[in-house]
């Protein structure tokens, strides 16, 4: 694809947007796997769903439902992303990244992303709540490769506080006022859709890794392209233990989710509150 090619698109997408929503938005957020009920403490203004909305992906997920919203939530102008999109499940890396690009077109400054992980580090319960406060990207493809898009960042975009330490500090704070422990740790993010083998937990600790899932890295990377500030929070769903491992099925994983995901919504919308 040409890079007059994705500015068409860009502009095609905002159009059919801009025709139904024409309000300001300074806040996106990102609902990961067993997540999606976040949407539901937002005051809606309007919701788009993804398979009318110009050269939007349509998530082929069932544990994810697919809309765009629009609206309020702690008083703040938000758009929230029902249901992401995943390598797995075969998508580019453009698309995966494409909402995201589209946020920042809409005025969004800062980036919320959540997601489902896997423990690596051992001291980790199911159900704990952990501040991403690093990555390491080891998808087989990054979604800034190709020629650069310069409207919207650099050719390298440095990467040395890619989660953005006030919102991690601000995050910290919420959350002890709110008596919900958490946790802060490194996000590794893998292609999937398998999870991982004993072996396979064994290296990503070993590499440096605290939590392991299938998203958010993609996001974040292109929300740095663009300057915009970026929080990340996962919800352990399993414990990745090499010596103990144990089956876990996706049913267990969004069950899990679900029954950490008020804490979480507790946290974002606090967190939002301050922005
Ligand atoms: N591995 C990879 N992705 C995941 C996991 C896991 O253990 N749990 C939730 N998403």
Redesign the pocket.
């Known amino acids: 694809m040409t890079t007059s090619e994705a500015y068409n698109h860009f502009r095609e997408t905002l159009e059919y947007i801009r025709h139904y929503f024409t309000g300001e938005v300074e806040i996106g957020i990102v609902l990961g796997?067993g997540l999606g009920r976040l949407a539901e403490a937002i005051e809606k203004e309007h919701q788009l769903a993804y398979n009318f909305i110009p050269h939007f992906p349509i998530s082929t997920v069932e544990s994810h439902f697919g809309r765009l919203i629009f609206g309020r939530l702690a008083g703040k102008r938000v758009v929230a992303m029902q249901g992401r999109f995943h390598y797995y499940e075969g998508y580019t890396m453009y698309q995966i990244t494409y909402p995201i690009r589209i946020m920042k077109l809409l005025g969004v400054h800062t980036l919320l992303l959540s997601?489902?992980?896997?423990?690596l580090n051992l001291t980790y319960k199911l159900g704990d709540l952990m501040i991403i406060k690093d990555h390491i990207n080891l998808l087989p493809e990054n979604p800034l490769r190709g020629i650069n898009l310069d409207q919207f960042g650099p050719r390298f975009p440095e990467m040395s506080a890619a989660y953005t330490p006030e919102l991690i500090a601000q995050a910290r704070k919420v959350a002890q006022e709110l008596e919900i422990p958490v946790q802060e740790g490194v996000y590794v993010a893998?292609p999937?859709p398998n999870?991982?083998t004993r072996a396979e937990?064994r290296f990503l600790r070993i590499i440096g890794g605290d939590?392991?899932?299938?998203?958010t890295v993609p996001e974040c990377i292109v929300a740095n392209h663009m300057g915009m500030r970026v929080f990340a929070m996962s919800i352990?769903?399993?414990?990745?233990d090499p010596d103990n491992l144990k089956p876990?099925s996706l049913e267990e994983?969004i069950r899990v989710?679900n029954e950490a995901e008020p804490k979480l919504t507790q946290i974002f919308t606090e967190l939002i509150r301050r922005l």
């Open positions: 796997t997601n489902a992980a896997g423990a893998v999937g999870l991982e937990y939590a392991v899932g299938m998203s352990i769903t399993d414990i990745g876990v994983i989710a």
